[in-house]
C-alpha cells in the first residue's frame, strides 16, 4: 500500500490549502464534499487506493475551513467562490500537465464551477451530484445554513439530526462555513454547454440531495450516467464507488 503525502500551497489571500497525494502516473485531482475531505470522501473507505492501484496519482485537496486546510475566521476571506479562487493558484501549482477531475457533491459543484472559469480537465466525474445542485444552489445552500443554526442545539430525534451529527463529528466552524456557504454562487446554465469533455455522473441508487442526476446528463454535451448502491451519505463509502471511478478513468 502506498503512502499518503500532505503538502500545503497558499491559495486566495495566502490561506494554506492542503494536497493529499497518493500514488504515480497520470493525475487524478479529487475535490470532496461539503463538511468532508481527502481523508473523510477518499482515503478510508479504500477510494484513493484504487486509484493509485490502478495506475494514478490521486491529489486530494483540502478546501479551506475543511479537513487539514486553514480555517480562516475573518468575514473577508470568503468573497464570492473563493473556492475557485483558491484551486486556480493550488491546480496550476502542482504543475501537472494532462489531468483528469473527480468531484463528490460540493466537490462536483466546485469542479463545474471551475471548468466554467477555464479549467480543462480531459475526464471529468461528477458524484453525487444532480442539475439542480448546480443551477439552483440557493435551496441546498439555505438547507445547509439551516443546520448550521441548529449545530449546536439539534439532539437526537429532531429532523436532520443526522446531518448536524456529521458535521460535529468532523468539528467544523460553524461560523466559518457559513461563510464559505455564502460564498458558493449559482452556475448559470450556459455554463454547461462548457463540459464538453467526457464526463461521468456518478450517484447511489436512492440519492437525490442534489436534484435529478438523470437531468444532469441531458444537460450535458457528453455524459453518461453511473449508478452504484447507497444514497447520498452512503454512496461514498461503497467499493463500487472507488471501482466506477477507476473503471472511467481506464475506458
Known amino acids: 500500500m502506498s503512502t499518503v503525502t500532505v503538502d500545503y500551497i497558499p491559495g486566495h489571500d495566502g490561506v494554506r490549502i492542503a494536497v493529499h497525494r497518493l500514488g504515480a502516473g497520470r493525475p487524478v485531482v479529487m475535490l470532496h464534499g461539503l463538511s468532508s475531505s481527502a481523508q473523510v470522501n477518499w482515503i478510508p473507505y479504500g477510494t484513493a487506493q484504487a486509484v493509485a492501484d490502478a495506475g494514478f496519482e490521486a491529489i486530494m485537496i483540502d478546501q479551506r475551513v475543511h479537513g487539514l486546510s486553514e480555517v480562516p475566521q475573518a468575514a473577508d476571506a470568503y468573497?464570492?467562490?473563493?473556492?475557485?479562487?483558491?484551486?486556480?493558484i493550488v491546480i496550476p501549482a502542482l504543475g501537472l500537465g494532462a489531468f483528469d477531475l473527480v468531484g463528490y457533491s460540493m466537490g462536483s459543484r466546485l469542479a463545474v464551477k471551475l471548468i466554467g472559469r477555464g479549467l480543462a480537465?480531459?475526464?471529468?466525474?461528477?458524484?453525487?451530484?444532480?442539475?439542480?445542485?448546480l443551477t439552483n444552489w440557493k435551496a441546498r445552500r439555505d438547507h445547509f445554513l439551516a443546520l448550521l443554526d441548529r449545530f449546536d442545539t439539534a439532539k437526537a430525534g429532531d429532523a436532520d439530526f443526522?446531518?448536524?451529527?456529521?458535521?460535529?463529528?468532523?468539528?467544523?466552524?460553524?461560523?466559518?462555513?457559513?461563510?464559505?456557504?455564502?460564498?458558493?454562487?449559482?452556475?448559470?446554465?450556459?455554463?454547461?454547454?462548457?463540459?464538453?469533455?467526457?464526463?461521468?455522473?456518478?450517484?447511489?441508487?436512492?440519492?437525490?440531495?442534489?436534484?435529478?442526476?438523470?437531468?444532469?446528463?441531458?444537460?450535458?454535451?457528453?455524459?453518461?450516467?453511473?449508478?452504484?448502491?447507497?444514497?447520498?451519505?452512503?454512496?461514498?463509502?461503497?467499493?463500487?464507488?472507488?471501482?466506477?471511478?477507476?473503471?472511467?478513468l481506464l475506458a
Open 79 to 88: 468573497p464570492p467562490d473563493v473556492m475557485a479562487l483558491d484551486m486556480e
Open 121 to 133: 480537465p480531459e475526464k471529468l466525474i461528477l458524484g453525487g451530484m444532480g442539475l439542480e445542485g
Open 162 to 248: 443526522v446531518s448536524i451529527s456529521f458535521m460535529r463529528s468532523r468539528k467544523v466552524d460553524p461560523v466559518a462555513l457559513s461563510r464559505l456557504l455564502l460564498s458558493m454562487t449559482d452556475i448559470a446554465p450556459e455554463v454547461l454547454d462548457r463540459i464538453t469533455m467526457p464526463t461521468l455522473v456518478l450517484c447511489g441508487a436512492d440519492d437525490s440531495d442534489n436534484g435529478s442526476a438523470d437531468a444532469l446528463v441531458q444537460a450535458l454535451p457528453n455524459a453518461r450516467r453511473g449508478t452504484i448502491p447507497g444514497n447520498h451519505m452512503s454512496a461514498v463509502t461503497m467499493p463500487s464507488f472507488g471501482a466506477a471511478i477507476v473503471d472511467y
